[in-house]
């Protein structure tokens, strides 16, 4: 469903993650509560690499977590790495703020 989610006219923030990465581990509630909290501005999704290799590829992931932040179907901004709620929500109200 990548595809669909991308097609939306919001702003999406996808977390690239697998399963056996401690960053990833610590990152999701994180991820988890900045959507509750701005899923009515933004969407969020978790693309797991190991199981979508080609899409990883094609943006490019070579470490994660990776958080990047498309509009239109197109990567706009992106964060790498573990970087904290304070992180995350800095990447988000970016790009909320600018529509």
């Known amino acids: 469903n990548f595809n669909i989610i991308m097609s939306d006219t919001k702003a999406v923030l996808v977390d690239f993650w697998a399963e056996w990465c401690g960053p990833c581990k610590v990152m999701h509630p994180i991820f988890e509560k900045l959507a509750s909290e701005y899923g009515d501005k933004m969407l969020f999704a978790r ?16 470490s994660i977590p990776t958080f990047i932040v498309f509009l239109d179907g197109k990567p706009i901004d992106m964060v790498v790495g573990a970087v904290g709620k304070d992180g995350l929500r800095k990447l988000i109200q970016k790009h909320i703020e600018s529509k």
Request: hydrophobic fraction near 40%.
């Open 47 to 62: 693309l797991n690499v190991d199981n979508n290799g080609e899409i990883s590829a094609k943006y490019r992931v070579m």
